[in-house]
């Protein structure tokens, strides 16, 4: 039975109620399934309805499991024909290893969707076998064929790699690798050796007591925000910009003669530092709005290719940059190699904005050729599957106009196709919607192919597959979050099973 048993004064469809209520406070508000044994919690229900009887936390769990099942069954039900999945592995403060799966797929009425397929602890070795593993218990879990599967978007750790490149040899999926990963990679490359000064004096101020109490008395007296300086080394950009704006209280700080000599030698390591720091600071600028476009999750996020080649357009040498600023441009432009994988590029020709790849080197539009050297055959299979309900929509962040400019600027050029009836039909199709102009910046490609799907029903088949595949793995990475609420030391004793439930049922 879903209720317990009540005193007359509350109905069986009350404890019912009451029963699901606290299911959701437990999923949504990621308590701990223990709540209801706690003394507090009790006798707040006894308040509320003296009638009810609250039941065992057993009870509680096994109604986590049952609405599991629904909820699995139900996407299950919804799964589309093509799906991108999203994968990455996390290690907790408590050195336990998790991996999550996550599913992206564009519904019938053009949203896109995420759902949360799987999340597990990783008692056994990380290989990419593992991995790969893994991955397909998950596929075989959700009842999808790994045919349905277009791409796998995973960082640049080398078991994810390994297991990517496994699953590309078994299963043909495409190998995306995470741009936000990336894009860090080449930050920490070219800032090598130059951000060592900022982080010791940020370290600095968080390890002393006299420094940091100094520090808010002077943001008081100068009227500067009371803004701890940031530390990390996957935020360089925000430590900096702290710095920036911490400047004149931190050199008040360190210029204070009552201060002991080692607290005072940062005074010479800083004195030099602050128009580096300003030339850092409109470096990364660029890497960071790319990043934040790419990590959308409810609007077209691949456009990796041409927000790289914008990028590369950014880094250009000028005359009168400094020598730090020539060789950070220098090392960006030596690491920046945007990739080319065929489901990037075709991605990239689906969207009505860049269907000219205008913003691809000569060779590589020869070498690609886009759809016209695709099998077209393809294109004219039946589809077998549901599109999911459509999800809340989102609308892309602001990026830093230099960078989304040049990533629109790139001119026009044109394209041709390939050959037999059905498929001569769906090769005029092509060389149509090649031959029509892009589409301006501001439109959505997916309103776009809502609203040509009847006009280009092939195309926009296969439209649905591969805008659907996100830049950057940032879908798993925010799971993890969840991961380390739930699986806290007061819920010692959940099993790796109804850990995988409740961040289920949370993020789906």
Known sequence: ???????????????????????????????????????????????????????????????????????????????????ALTSDIWTSLATETYMSVTAHFITKDWQLKSINLAIKPLSERHTGENIVTFIEEVLEKFE?????????????????????????????????????????????NALKGTMGAARCLVEHFHRSEATSSALKTNQQQMAVPQHSLKQGWNNTLHVVTRLLEQRWPVTAVLSDSTMTAKHQRYLDLQSNQWSLLEEVKQLLEPFEATTTYLGGEKYVSLLTVPLLYALIKEMQLDA?????????????????NPSTENAIVVAAALDTRFRKLKFLKPDDVLQFNTLS????????????????????????????????????????????????EQISCVQKKLMQYFSEKPSSRDTDPLTWWKTNQERLPHLSKLARGFLAIPA?????????????????????????????????????
């Open 320 to 336: 009168e940059d400094s020598p730090s600023t020539g060789n950070f441009k220098t090392v960006a432009l030596e690491q920046n």
């Open 472 to 508: 950057t793995s940032t879908p798993s990475e925010c799971l993890f979050s969840v991961v380390g609420t739930i699986a806290s030391r007061k819920r010692a004793s959940l099993t790796p099973q109804h850990v995988d439930m409740l961040v289920f049922l949370y993020s789906n």
């Open 144 to 188: 999808l064929e790994p045919s349905c599967i277009c791409a796998l978007v995973c960082d640049n750790g080398v078991n994810m790699v390994a297991a990517a490149r496994k699953l590309k040899e078994k299963y043909s999926w495409a190998n995306i690798r995470c741009v936000g990963h990336t894009i860090q990679l080449v930050v920490n």
């Open 1 to 83: 039975e879903d209720y317990i048993s009540c005193k007359p004064s509350c109905s069986v469809e009350r404890a019912k109620a009451l029963n699901s209520s606290i299911v959701n406070i437990i999923l949504k508000d990621l308590c701990s399934i223990s709540i209801v044994e706690d003394k507090g919690f009790r006798e707040f229900v006894e308040l509320v309805e003296p009638g009810y009887q609250l039941p065992s936390r057993t009870f509680f769990i096994q109604m986590v499991e049952k609405k599991y099942l629904v909820t699995r069954i139900k996407v299950e039900l919804k799964t589309p024909e093509k799906i």
């Open 373 to 420: 050297r695709m099998d077209v055959t393809e294109l004219v299979q039946p589809t077998h599957r549901n599109a999911g309900q459509s999800g809340q929509e989102e609308s892309p962040p602001s990026i830093k106009q230099t960078v989304i400019d040049k990533m629109f600027s790139f001119e026009e050029s044109s394209s041709e196709d390939s050959d037999e």
